[in-house]
């Protein structure tokens, strides 16, 4: 394990040199960190591959089921992911048949480990959205794992009150849009990927980006929210 390290290391920074080389002379069109934030996806199909080999091959049986489903779950979202940034237009999953599965191989799981006293509240797979004139807004407290979050307020109903939104993700992106007239204070983390709030961004590893609109603290009706994703992309837009 030492060796490989010593050996990976060292590969590693010279890759990474090479690359930044490679694109400075014009040789290639994107710098290594800019691939890392559009071609993130990659390692999700590497991870997922990585679990179905292990679930088919090691000695260790006793979540196969479960662990060939995410994997191929894991293979499959993040295929569709890179064809996307690609310029492809990918693919639709079915996600009304998928998350069902991964409920049933939960609720096994929990089942199996109900002896140890192991048990713990699942987050939310595949897309989730919120939008038009019938959603009335409230706050909003969402745990998601995989996939994509949209929320479009543009058309949406929102109360003479400060709303909270707290969003935790690991993979995927988090698109918000807002009425021109909502103010807004917002508090955003990403571990790898890109941050975009109004006129304002940041990207990279391990980034945050804080923004309160002037108007916020007198204003009745207003949005306070809060974003937190490991992987991925955050947008927050004005509309209208």
Do not use: C
Not at 177 to 190: A, E, G, R, T, W
């Amino acid at each position: 394990m030492n060796h490989s390290f010593n050996v990976g290391l060292p590969l590693l920074i010279i890759l990474i040199g090479v690359g930044y080389l490679l694109a400075n002379l014009g040789m290639i069109p994107i710098t290594p960190l800019q691939a890392l934030i559009r071609y993130w996806p990659v390692f999700l199909i590497l991870w997922g591959v990585r679990i179905v080999w292990d679930a088919l091959f090691s000695r260790f049986r006793g979540q196969k089921s479960s662990s060939l489903i995410l994997g191929i779950v894991l293979i499959l979202g993040g295929l569709n992911l890179v064809l996307r940034r690609s310029g492809y237009p990918g693919f639709s999953l079915n996600w009304g048949i998928v998350w069902p599965i991964l409920v049933i191989v939960l609720g096994l799981e929990l089942m199996l480990k109900s002896k140890r006293g192991s048990g713990s509240s699942s987050p939310i797979i595949g897309d989730f959205s919120r939008s038009g004139e019938a959603w009335y807004v409230e706050d909003l407290y969402l745990n998601h794992f995989i996939g994509d979050v949209k929320l479009d307020l543009t058309k949406a109903v929102v109360p003479n009150k400060e709303i909270f939104f707290d969003i935790n993700g690991s993979i995927g992106d988090i698109t918000i849009y807002i009425p021109h007239d909502l103010p807004l204070n917002v508090k955003s983390n990403i571990g790898i990927g890109e941050i975009r709030v109004l006129d304002h961004g940041a990207e990279g590893i391990a980034r945050s980006l804080e923004l309160k609109t002037p108007d916020y603290d007198e204003a009745e009706r207003k949005l306070n929210l809060r974003v937190f994703l490991k992987i991925g992309e955050i947008t927050v837009r004005r509309i209208g």
